[in-house]
Structures are given as C-alpha cells and as structure tokens.
DNA sequence: ACCTGAACACCGTTCAAGT
DNA sequence: ACCTGAACACCGTTCAAGT
C-alpha cells in the first residue's frame, strides 16, 4: 500500500531522463535493498546506484543514514494495522494491532530490526502511540495502567517479532549450532525433547498462546480494577 | 564473574612484553570497548590497538567478527542468573531469571542489542535453554507447553530489555522528537496523558507489573491444565 | 534546487611474510 | 603458534563545484 513515488515525466526510462528525487521514492529504494541484501547490505553508495545517482545526492533529502533509517521505519510502522474505533471492541482492535506488528517482522526479518533498537522519535509512532493508547482508554484504563499495558503489548509484540527473524533467518557468520535440527539427547535432553515445539513453524500457534493468555488476563483487569486502582511508585 | 585472562610473564607491561592473547581477553576488551562506545564503536582495528596488537592477530583466535561478537552474547549469557533447582520453586526461579536477564540491558545497553538480534547458536545459550526447560517441566508442563512459555518468557524478557535501551540512550543521529519531554497536548493528548509513565523512570514499576500479570497466569496453567492437555497445531 | 567528484578518515578480511 | 604489513574492496560524510 502507500504513496506511489510520482513519476514526473514520461520519458523517464534512462538514467538521463530520470524524474528528480524525493524522500518517497528514496525510502522505497532504501527498504527494498534491505529486504533483498539485509540491514548491512544497505549503503549509501549501493542505494544511490540502485537509484540511478550518486551517492551524494541522497544527503540532499536526507542529512544523513540515520533520519533515512528513521524514514524507513515510518515506512514499516504504516504496515501495522489498528483498526478505528468502533469498527470493534476496543482489546479486539489492540489484538489485530499485534498480530499486524508481528506480520512486519515476517514480510521484512531484515528491516524489522530496526523497529526493536532505534528510537521510535517520527510523527508517526507518535501517532501510533496515540492510538494505542486511545484504545486503552476506550477499554477503561486510567493512565497509569494504559502505560503499563502498552508497554506490556509492546514487550510481547517485539519480543515476538524478533523470534520470527531469529527462527527463520540464519546469520551466516554465527557459531553452527542450530536449533531446528538440534538433537544431541545426552547433554541437552529437556532442549530435544521440547525442540519440535520451538520451531519456526509452530510460531503461529505460540504467537497466538501467548496472545490469548495476555489478552485474558488484561480483559480481566478491565473488568475488575480498572480507572483508580493505584499501585504505587509512578515516578 | 568469570574468568580472568591469566599473565603469562610477571613482566608485561610494555607492548613489547605483552602475554599472548586469549579469547577470553579479547572478549573482554569487545564487551569494554561496546559499554563505552556503542556497537558500531567496535572495530576490528580499534579493538586490536586497545589490546595493544594488529587488527589481523585477533583472526588468529576469532575466524570472524561475528564469532567474535557470538564470545560477547556467551559473556552477556554469563550473567544471567537462574538459581539452582532446589532452592527456590521453579516459577520463582524464572522470574528471578528474567528480571536478571533484564539487569544485563541496564549494565550493557549497547551490547544488549546483541542478544535481541542476533542468534543464540553457542553452547552457552543451549546450556540456558536446558536449565530454563528444567525449571518449567519442574514447574508441572508438559513439551507442548513449555514451549509456548519458553517463547511467552523469552519475548518479554527480550522486549523489556530493548525497552530500557530504548528508553535511557540517545541515538544522536535520529529524527529530534523525544517522549521524555514530550508534551504536544494538541496532537497527542492521550500521549500526553500517559507520556509521565512511560518515562524510563517508570520502567521498573511497570516490569514489575508485567512480569507479576505473566507469572499469576502461568501459575495458573501450572496448577489446572498441565501435562497433556493438547491444544492443536504442534507442528 | 539538485546533483557530481574528489577527498578524508575509516571499515572487515585476505594473503604472504616474518619470528 | 602467533603476529605483522600491505593490499583489496569497501564504508559515511564533507566540501567545493557544477547546472
């Protein structure tokens, strides 16, 4: 989905005739070379070829790798889905909101990382946040509790997300021990005997275990406790 | 705590009368090099001329940065504290697990990022795993479900974790917005709102908070429905 | 306004050589 | 066995210059 890069002419078929750069069609380069080669494979150099330029010009609409990294995680955060309000109950529209996140570590393992260890600083997660929070609300929490359940989602959607990159990516410079065939009974018996339930193919059914037994229990603290319940030590 | 990189000569304390490098010294000097500088300040070159030799004598005892940085994650590893069987119950250990797991992020919020991102292959990880499956079939669950908990323990430990990096450093290079001091009441009011807990002053009250929701649940499956209530989807 | 070219100060890693 | 030196193929970024 997402804004189309707008071609300005309609010759723009050689690299001479190419339309002018903008910070769009800069990030859509920049996410797809990550996509395709990995976070470490993206360079400015690699970037600028791959748009016809030289490398230099890409300090033109972004000041450095930083902010155009900050704009490919706006770029990912828009693949997150929260529905609006109204259009369900309001933990419902949460839980879609997770399952969602979870879904951007899958369609990119590469970039999702920089969701889980750069700041979220742009307008965008700060809308995101607002959301989220305004979903809490609706579900009846004050505002100690909405931040502790938004961090508690947020913990459990990362957590997640990263379990996905780690279980289906394999990083080709690490030590050869690999979970997915590991079988050696006599040192790590409890690991073998478990290791078929942690593979990367019963993620969907331990993704969704997990979902249903935070959503439970924070359907239950709605119910209960909710708006007043002080619990100490805000500050 | 480890062990320290034995001297080999009384004498070394010129460059010229250097003991020979070990992994373990050269794994420490990374993990120093990644507290003070951040992950990208660690060089091959850099780290070399710390230990007071080439960048290329560390490839006699690493094959490759990423060996070396899978010697740091085993270093980090070190860290973790999971008590004995036997001295306290087996939930209680886990939590004291986590909250240990979470303490290497606050000591190393740079080299954390390690252990969130890049694959647990090493001994080191795998004696892990063992020990925490011991505590959860200890605790009553059966492989299905000590899986799924394994997974539910790990992406809260690992999101609460890359919350507090996220929360206390600065990444100067990124988009100039900060929750810290945020207070847009116009745009984000609900953020606003909650903005005074989510700071990173908060953050121990609201780990706090989501590791006692997750363990009165587990608790919960370990006393009714444990060993052998088969829930579907296993592989 | 938008982009280029050369340069600066770096990278990880290979390879042959030294002791 | 352990380390050095030179080299290769890269980096992000600055700066002056071009159109």
Same mark, same amino acid.
Do not use: I, L
């Given at each position: 989905m997402s804004s189309a890069p707008e071609r300005a002419t309609p010759r723009s078929r050689g690299k001479a005739a190419r339309a002018p750069l903008n910070r769009d069609a800069i990030v859509t380069a920049a996410l797809a070379e990550i996509d395709a080669k990995g976070l470490e494979g993206l360079s400015m150099r690699r970037l600028g070829s791959a748009l016809?330029?030289?490398?230099?010009?890409l300090y033109h609409h972004f000041p450095s790798k930083g902010e155009l990294l900050d704009g490919v995680m706006e770029r990912l955060l828009a693949e997150a889905e929260l529905p609006p %309000?109204?259009?369900?109950?309001a933990l419902e529209r949460l839980r879609t909101f997770v399952r969602s996140y979870r879904q951007i570590a899958i369609r990119h393992p590469h970039a999702f990382v920089l969701l889980a260890v750069r $700041?979220?600083?742009?307008e965008a997660a700060f809308a995101l946040y607002e959301r989220i929070l305004d979903a809490l609300d609706e579900a009846g929490f004050d505002a100690v509790h909405s931040a502790r359940l938004f961090r508690l989602i947020g913990y459990y959607a990362s957590g997640a997300g990263l379990a996905e990159i780690a279980s289906r %990516?394999?990083?080709?410079?690490?030590?050869?021990?690999h979970l997915e065939t590991?079988?050696?009974?006599?040192?790590f018996p409890r690991v073998a005997a478990v290791a078929r339930y942690l593979r990367a193919n019963s993620l969907d059914a331990v993704f969704e275990f997990g979902l249903d037994l935070l959503f439970d229990e924070i359907r239950k603290q709605a119910a209960v406790?909710? $708006?007043?319940r002080e619990a100490g030590s805000g500050e």
């Open positions: 016809g330029v030289e490398a230099m010009a %309000s109204g259009s369900m109950p $700041r979220f600083n742009t %990516s394999q990083e080709p410079d690490a030590t050869p021990v590991f079988s050696d009974r006599q040192r406790g909710k $708006r007043g």
